[in-house]
């Protein structure tokens, strides 16, 4: 099967710093990748749909410019969430698509951020 | 976007014992999925349904696919503590994956 990754799989930052957090499919080309982010106890919220080379599409309700995506590569994006605050506190996780909506969506295992 | 309700939110139940969860909307899919997420781990899928009234079986797991294709039901024989996870279901075929808010289900051993 298809392999997505994340890193880095935990970090700890202080309040006010920003913080980059890269997906990368490794045995595939990706034309969309995908962030959410999950609460404890609950499940995954999308966030934002990133195809490369156009800019990020964000759910409703998510900052843009506090979630930074960037899709420079087929085979990666970044997620920078700036200027950081405890409440931004949460698991991330991005998944893969090979090509449309047909094919199947590949996650990563996760990254866990804990600003203090 | 499709909602999605699942139910129960939450189950304990005692190894061995079987259950069943359930994922219902209003809305006609052209395909379902339902994912397991293990804590700490992103989700995995498990299966993609896509004929209305479709069973489909993963070892003790058994996913049915309603007639009018507007619900699923995923039913695990003899729960084993590797069963506890998070399960989740999602439209297939969907430009975007939304999830429903899940069942987290905890086998005690």
């Known amino acids: 099967g298809a392999v997505v990754s994340q890193h880095p799989s935990r970090v700890i930052c202080k309040s006010g710093t920003s913080v980059k957090i890269e997906c990368r499919s490794l045995d595939f080309q990706a034309t969309t990748m995908f962030w959410y982010r999950q609460f404890p106890k609950q499940s995954l919220m999308l966030m934002a749909t990133s195809n490369e080379g156009s800019k990020a599409t964000y759910e409703q309700g998510v900052e843009k410019d506090k979630f930074l995506i960037n899709h420079a590569s087929l085979t990666l994006s970044t997620l920078t969430v700036t200027s950081a605050h405890p409440e931004d506190s949460s698991f991330y996780i991005c998944?893969?698509?090979?090509?449309?909506?047909?094919?199947?969506?590949?996650f990563g295992p996760g990254t866990r951020l804990t600003v203090l | 976007t499709q909602l999605l309700e699942q139910s129960p939110q939450f189950l304990s139940i005692q190894e061995g014992e079987n259950l069943t969860v359930y994922c219902n909307s209003s809305s006609v899919f052209s395909s379902l999925q339902w994912y397991r997420q293990e804590p700490g781990e992103g989700p995995v899928l498990l299966v993609t349904v896509v004929t209305g009234g479709e069973v489909k079986k993963l070892k003790r797991l058994t996913f049915q696919f309603g007639d009018a294709r507007k619900d699923s039901s995923l039913h695990i024989t003899a729960a084993q503590p590797g069963d506890t996870g998070l399960y989740l279901c999602?439209?297939?075929?969907?430009?975007?994956?939304?999830f429903g808010k899940g069942t987290r289900l905890h086998i005690l051993p």
């Open positions: 999602a439209p297939g075929r969907d430009d975007k994956i939304i």
């Open positions: 998944s893969a698509r090979k090509g449309g909506s047909a094919d199947t969506q590949y």
